[in-house]
């Protein structure tokens, strides 16, 4: 049997060994303990405060002093943490791409990652329900508007270091576009264009071509409001990206009052590529854009998500040759099963599908949500009556 260790120190060259095998041993263990809670992090296990990169991580030691006094009520506490940037009962038609919507009972725009905290616990103490709105570019407002409180966080600081950005979830997705072009930075030309913040970018992984934010993230800040508020850091893994879905958007189409994600910063990892080569690259997608949808007009990109799939029906790969080349790739585009079902042009009130691009539906002017619901309820029965498609759709329509 061999000692691990005595009272009285052996300095002998086996007690030496053996000193060393029991540090080894604790090595060892330590290690795997400090892996155990790792991999707990998303969802479970103890979060450690980290900031990602240069930003910091928010004002978690101040939450203490945010206990709210009782006699307080909403208006006020939301006055004090926002001043003038907090509303009552304002349009949310202003605040959207589609230009419809009605109004949301309270309106807060956070400056800072504190004040988005401050409002989040007020809201949650008061049992209020709450909404993160970026800038409103994938997102439908129902007509009875919103009776909680629309939060918009309106950060939208970055830091450039080496071939990383590092930027706040309120940047516009345009203003990248433009600094990563600034700095030779390669892998976000896709995305000119497209409107809207990193943070929505994110919650439904922005993507065109055969480019998605996802490629870029490294890290994502993000304040988990659940049984307890905090603020941890999810690997470009913890994300769960899929084709225009992550964990965050999973966790707003669910629904769940009580468990909710809000990103707050991120860091992105690109190429470092020559100036040159990344002006021609967005001049072409712009290019692009410019020739296939409807960007004059008020809409919110596209309605439905592109269908993963094949369509085997004979008479139906017959009937229309596009088929072939799309069953290949495996990836049918909804625009095209729209397109064919006949509703290009399809006017239902003020709001109809376009037809410069049938997966986009348009608001011609005064339209009612209503009536960008009618027309989204259309196109799914008709595309299921005529090729047996369930459309899915990419916007998010706020419940
Ligand atoms: C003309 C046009 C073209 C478009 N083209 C494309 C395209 O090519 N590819 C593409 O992917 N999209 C496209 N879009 C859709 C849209 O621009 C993007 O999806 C964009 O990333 C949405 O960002 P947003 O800030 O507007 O998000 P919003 O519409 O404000 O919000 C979308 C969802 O994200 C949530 N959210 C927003 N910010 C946060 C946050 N910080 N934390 C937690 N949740 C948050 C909101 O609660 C909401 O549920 C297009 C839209 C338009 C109008």
Not at 13 to 23: P, R, S
Not at 211 to 231: N, P, Q, T, W, Y
Not at 264 to 279: C, Q, T
Request: hydrophobic fraction near 45%; glycine fraction near 12%.
């Amino acid at each position: 049997m061999s000692i691990l260790w005595t009272a009285t120190p052996n300095w002998s060259a086996q007690g030496l060994l053996e000193i060393g095998g029991l540090l080894l041993y604790l090595f060892y263990y330590l290690f795997y303990f400090f892996r155990l809670l790792k991999l707990n992090w998303v969802g479970a296990g103890p979060h450690l405060l980290r900031p990602i990169g240069g930003v910091p991580p928010g004002p978690f030691v101040k939450m203490k002093k945010l206990e709210l006094e009782k006699s307080l009520t909403y208006e006020n506490v939301f006055e004090s943490i926002a001043g003038g940037r907090f509303k009552k009962n304002v349009p949310l038609k202003n605040y959207t791409s589609f230009r419809v919507g009605g109004r949301a009972k309270y309106f807060l725009e956070a400056k800072t990652i504190e004040e988005l905290i401050k409002a989040i616990l007020a809201a949650r103490k008061f049992g209020l329900p709450f909404f993160i709105l970026g800038k409103g570019t994938n997102l439908l407002v129902p007509d009875k508007g919103f009776n909680g409180l629309v939060l918009v966080f309106g950060d939208d600081s970055f830091k450039v270091m080496s071939n990383r950005i590092f930027a706040k979830a309120g940047i516009s997705l345009a203003k990248l576009v433009k600094i990563s072009e600034q700095e030779s930075l390669g892998g976000l030309e896709w995305a000119a264009g497209i409107p809207g913040t990193l943070g929505g970018a994110i919650v439904g992984n922005a993507g065109a071509q055969s480019g998605s934010i996802a490629d870029l993230i490294e890290e994502v800040e993000v304040l988990e409001i659940g049984s307890f508020v905090r603020i941890a850091k999810y690997t470009n893994k913890d994300c769960l990206f899929g084709y225009r879905t992550s964990v965050f958007k999973r966790a707003i189409l669910g629904g769940n009052e009580k468990e909710k994600m809000v990103v707050l910063s991120a860091s992105l990892r690109f190429k470092k590529e020559k100036r040159k080569k990344i002006r021609q690259k967005i001049n072409k997608f712009l290019k692009y854009r410019l020739a296939a949808q409807p960007l004059k007009a008020y809409s919110a990109g596209s309605v439905f998500k592109n269908f993963y799939g094949r369509i085997r029906d004979k008479n139906l790969v017959r009937k229309f040759e596009e088929l072939g080349s799309f069953n290949e790739k495996g990836i049918i585009p909804a625009g095209f099963l729209i397109e064919k079902s006949g509703l290009k042009g399809r006017q239902i009130g003020r709001a109809k599908i376009s037809e410069k691009h049938a997966n986009f539906i348009v608001n011609l002017g005064g339209a009612k949500a209503g009536d960008i619901l009618r027309l989204i309820r259309l196109a799914k029965r008709k595309v299921k009556n005529n090729f047996g498609v369930s459309l899915k759709e990419e916007i998010i329509i706020l419940k």
